[in-house]
């Protein structure tokens, strides 16, 4: 049943990304307007509770969103099955994971 | 065929297996003439080493498909008239299928994926009992009535991108004959039948590229069937059923 599973898991993390990507560009148009720095950003964003969960949730479905895909490409093109395209895709999900929380941590923490 | 055999078209053929090479013959361009009159009259008078499949010549049982102009078609009622181009045509064995000779495929791993994919009915009444009245208005009978008229002529599982990556894809044909058995109320084998289309092999690898609805000849679209797999292999899943 993995390939339901992970059907089901693409979809839910899509519906999850798509508004915090329409979010996350009409607020980088948004704040460019006038042009800002990157001191202006941090100022905004650390100690913010709100933009840590916003775009800590957006790295999670991105964790699980592109490996999925990535794992029909590695198997459709370069003919990778079973186990070793399950488990190069959990360390692909799991890089994206550390960096992106990473990223997260960095611009929130004070 | 019509009187007009002044006109002639340039007829490319692939003769061989996997690997082979293409024949060029010169063949009459006559009125309502089709590429299985053209592939017979190749056989009958300039080759008759020439080896092909056809049944019924009339579009219902499913044996003449052939790759035309690299299209997968239904030969008996491909007019030439509508494929021709600067006056050449070429036919070929269907694609994601072994070449048995020229333009004979060996069809047994499309037919075993319609098993692998629950493929058959089973019913639950004997001759003994009264017959299990099915109401034609019915959403799950309309979604059946969609898919049922398939011929088995395997032009969607050539036409098939997925098929040509994973040979393992059981491949819209049988998908889609899944999902019209899986909207048949008589039917007891639904977990079953769920169960062997949610594999990697199954509906969840198609990309909904939809080449098999462009190209299926009676007009059916197996990638909506296979959309409907799966809807339903999921809630399935999600409710427990697919243990």
Redesign the interface.
Known sequence: ????????LQ?ASAMIMAPLVIAHLLLIIYAMRGGITAGEILSRTQGSVGWAVFYSLFVVSAAIHAPIGVR?VL???AGL?GRTVDLAIAGFGLLLLIIGLRAVYGVVAT | MGENTAKTMKVKVWRGKDSGDWQHYEVPHRASQTILDVVTYIQRHLDDTLSYRFACRVGMCGSCAMTVNGKPRWTCRTHVSRVVEDGEVSIAPLRNMPVIKDLACDMTEFFAKWQRAEGKFNGTRTRHEKMNPVDPTSTARQAASAGIECINCAVCYSACDVVSWNSEYLGPAALNRAWTLLNDERDDSQTERLKAVATDAGCHSCHSQGSCAVHCPVGLNPSLSIAGLKRESAKALLQGKLK
Do not use: F, G, H
């Open positions: 049943m993995t390939s339901a599973w992970l059907y089901i979809r029909n198997a459709e093109m099955k």
